[in-house]
């Protein structure tokens, strides 16, 4: 492959992993957790691009609160960055993606954009649908990766494809995005056919998706030039400057630019994708019992089924349990019904609220 269409993978990992709580947490969200095995999730994401034939060094987007726990994952798999950009306060996508895209070695580079905290069980298909979309992002459009859906699921956002694209023999124009939709309206567009799962993984020259900032998001694209006009960088690692950067506008990539741009592509893909977005979702990708049971670490289930219990540490018994998702993490411990597993985010950020007890 010749050295022009070599990829710049941007990794994201600023995300906060709520949804996996008490497990997940601010300190340590759910992407530097070793939830399917002995390597993380961000260390996966990692190793999808270390092939040197399609791949350059990846920029790493993350908090600077993850610093530390960044580098020891990387050291851990052998990633070397391009460079770390640490994020010194949380502002969504779009900025985080914009300080990538300023910080290519040329304007006319391949950003291969994608979430740390996504897993991807089918390599070879995700590679293949990468490199058949590189004409794609070269002819200046911003293309987006559809996840073929599986069932009626709420909790993503869908993208309707439009007609092909002239000389491509996979990718389509995006009609539109559809935010998450209730029950019904999932349901009828998997009937209509011609929807995909937003993954949110996306391939685009760094150039492109600086002038569609320009035209759509313009006081976003001037704070995250300023900031990274006034770094500061120290050991490969990009400090933007704070005050420029928090001044950016916090919004995500699909509300800031992919809705509002002219040239938006997609690209249908298989690759057995998850954001591993909830408990309920974790147990779909995890091996299960005799009796459908799900257990991570110490626990013992009898005359149950259907049941997920995560727990490393305490020694867990149930009898005579259905439908359960039983988590315990050092002094937490959670319990609720399968299918139910949207409402962790609540629930953690009601504890977080100081709780007022009556004299």
């Known amino acids: 492959m010749k050295q022009e269409t070599l990829i710049t993978p941007v990794i994201l990992s600023g995300g906060s992993g709520t949804r996996l709580w008490p497990v997940s947490t601010a300190e340590k969200p759910k992407q530097f957790l070793n939830l399917l095995g002995p390597l993380s999730m961000f260390q996966l994401t990692a190793q ?48 985080a993606i914009a ?10 580079d391949l950003l291969l954009v994608m979430p740390s905290d996504h897993m991807i069980k089918n390599i070879t298909a995700f ?13 200046r459009w911003l293309v987006t990766f ?12 869908y993208i309707q494809q439009g007609d092909a694209i002239f000389g491509s023999t996979r990718s389509l124009s995006a009609k539109r995005f559809v935010e998450k939709p209730d029950q019904e309206k999932a349901k009828k567009m998997l009937a209509e056919g011609g929807f995909h799962w937003n993954a949110g993984i996306f391939l685009f020259r760094a150039d492109v998706y600086l002038t569609a900032m320009e035209k759509h998001s313009p006081d976003m694209l001037l704070a995250c030039i300023a900031a990274m006009n006034n770094k500061r960088t120290e050991n490969l690692i990009c400090y933007p400057d704070p005050d420029a950067f ?38 779909e990708l995890c091996d299960k019992d005799e009796d459908s049971n799900v257990i991570i670490g110490k626990a013992k289930a009898i005359a149950s089924a259907n049941n997920l219990i995560h727990s490393p540490e305490l020694e867990v018994a149930v009898h005579g349990v259905q439908n359960l998702i039983i988590v315990t993490h050092g002094n937490k411990v959670m319990v609720l019904p399968r299918g139910q597993s949207q409402n962790v985010k609540k629930l953690a950020e009601n504890l977080e609220k100081k709780v007022k007890y009556p004299r």
């Open 146 to 157: 559809g996840i073929e859906p599986t069932a009626p699921e709420t909790g993503y956002g």
């Open 127 to 139: 590679q293949k649908a990468v490199q058949e979309s590189i004409s794609v992002a070269q002819s």
């Open 246 to 283: 928090s001044s950016a506008p916090s919004d995500s990539i699909d509300y800031a630019i992919m809705e509002k741009a002219e040239k938006v592509a997609v690209t249908p893909v298989n690759p057995g994708w998850s954001d591993v977005g909830s408990w309920d979702s974790l147990c």
């Open 48 to 95: 999808r691009c270390s092939n040197e034939k399609l791949y350059r060094k990846p920029i790493i987007v993350g908090s600077s609160s993850h610093a530390n726990i960044m580098q020891e994952q990387m050291q851990e798999v052998g990633v070397a960055p391009e460079t770390v950009i640490l994020e010194p306060c949380p502002r969504n996508t779009a900025p």
């Open 99 to 108: 300080l990538a895209a300023l910080s290519a070695e040329s304007p006319a």
